[in-house]
C-alpha cells in the first residue's frame, strides 16, 4: 500500500521522500514525519537542564551531554509513544475529521493492536534511557506516563484539553532540572527547585497557547464529533485568550529567570521570547487554518529563544 503525506506534513518530509515503503505507516503513526512536536516535548526538557546548571553553577561535562542527547532520544520516542496512544483510543474520532481520517490506524494501515505493540516497543526503549539518569528523574519519568494516558481522554471531558497537554508536554522542565541537578548516574537524588517549578507553569501556558492555535484547524470537525477544546470554548475570544496564555508564559520564565539570579542577556532574549509572542497573536485569523498552523509551528523558535535565554543568563554585558 502506499502513502501520501499527511496534511500536516510537509510535502518534502523525510519520511515520505526516503524512508521503505513497508515502515512509513509506522514512522506516521509515530509523527516522525512531522518534527515539530517532538522540538516541543523536547524543548522544555532541555530549558530544565539548562535551568539547574545555571542556579547551580555546574560546568557542562560529559554527563551533561548525555543528558542533551538522551532527552532528544526519549523526547522522540515518548512522542512517537504519546501519538500512538493517542490515535488508538481516537480512532473513531479520527475517521470523521478530515485533517486526520488518512493516519495510519483509521485508514487502516495499521490494527489498534499493532499500534499498541509500537507503545510497549519504543516505551522500553525509552526506559532503558531512563535508568541512566538519577532516582528523582526516573520517579518522575514513570510519573508522566499517568499524564501521557489521560490526555487522550480530555478531549471528551473539558473544554480545556489543551491544559493537560501542557502538563504533559512540559514534564521534562521538571525531569531535565532533576536529571541535571546531580551530574552523576543511577543511585543518587536529584532535587526541584522553585524555579523549575515556575518554568513548568510558563511551559504550560505556553502549551495553551500554541496547541489553542493548533485547534483552530479542526474546529467544524470537532463540533461535528462533539470533540472539546480551548479554540471551541473561546470562540471569538481566541485572539484574547492566546494573549493572555503567552503573557503568563512570559511572565512566569521571567520569574524562573529571577530566582536564577539571571543576568542582562536573558532578559533582553525574554524580550525577544515576549516579541514572537506578540507576532504570533498579531497575525492570528482564527478563520485561516493554513496560518494557524504555520504559527504553531513557529513556536520552535519560540522555545529556542528561551532555551537561549537560559543557557545564557549569567553572561553578562
Known amino acids: ?34 518534527p515539530i512536536g517532538t ?34 532520544l526519549g523526547s522522540a520516542l515518548m512522542r512517537g509513544a504519546g501519538c500512538a496512544v493517542n490515535d488508538i483510543v481516537d480512532r473513531d474520532f479520527d475517521a470523521q475529521v478530515a485533517r486526520t481520517a488518512s493516519r495510519p490506524i483509521p485508514s487502516g494501515q495499521i490494527t489498534a493492536r499493532q499500534a499498541a505493540a509500537f507503545v510497549v516497543g ?33 478531549k ?3 473544554w480545556w484539553p489543551q491544559a493537560w497537554l501542557g502538563l504533559t508536554f512540559n514534564w521534562g522542565a521538571l525531569l531535565g532540572f532533576a536529571a541535571a541537578s546531580y551530574g552523576v548516574a543511577l543511585g543518587m537524588g536529584g532535587t526541584v527547585g522553585l524555579a523549575a517549578v515556575l518554568l513548568y507553569v510558563g511551559g ?29 470554548r473561546l470562540g471569538n475570544r481566541v485572539r484574547q485568550g492566546v494573549a493572555i496564555f503567552y503573557a503568563m508564559a512570559v511572565i512566569l520564565a521571567g520569574a524562573a529567570g529571577y530566582v536564577v539570579g539571571a543576568g542582562p542577556v536573558f532578559w533582553v532574549l525574554l524580550f525577544a521570547y515576549a516579541a514572537h509572542f506578540v507576532w504570533q497573536t498579531a497575525k492570528l485569523r482564527p478563520e485561516n487554518p493554513v496560518l494557524a498552523l504555520k504559527l504553531f509551528k513557529s513556536n520552535r523558535e519560540a522555545g529556542l529563544i528561551l532555551l537561549a535565554a537560559i543557557a545564557f543568563s549569567k553572561i553578562g554585558f
Open 39 to 72: 522540538w516541543l516535548l523536547l524543548l522544555p526538557g532541555w530549558q530544565g537542564i539548562a535551568l539547574a546548571l545555571t542556579q547551580n553553577g555546574k560546568g557542562f561535562g560529559w554527563y551533561e551531554a548525555w543528558l542533551v542527547l538522551a532527552f532528544a
Open 1 to 34: 500500500m502506499t502513502t501520501a503525506p499527511l496534511p500536516d506534513a510537509t510535502s518534502d518530509n523525510w519520511v515520505d521522500r526516503h524512508a521503505p515503503q513497508k515502515l512509513k505507516p509506522w514512522l506516521k503513526l509515530g509523527r516522525f514525519d512531522r
Open 204 to 232: 504550560l501556558f505556553w502549551t495553551l497557547g500554541y496547541d489553542t492555535i493548533y485547534a483552530l484547524q479542526d474546529i467544524e470537525d470537532d463540533v461535528m464529533a462533539g470533540v472539546k477544546s480551548s479554540a471551541r
Open 122 to 154: 519504543i516505551s522500553l526503549v525509552s526506559f532503558c534511557i531512563l535508568l541512566t539518569m538519577n532516582l528523582l528523574a526516573i520517579g518522575l519519568g514513570f510519573l508522566s506516563l499517568f499524564l501521557v494516558a489521560a490526555y487522550p481522554f480530555m
Open 156 to 158: 471528551r471531558i473539558t
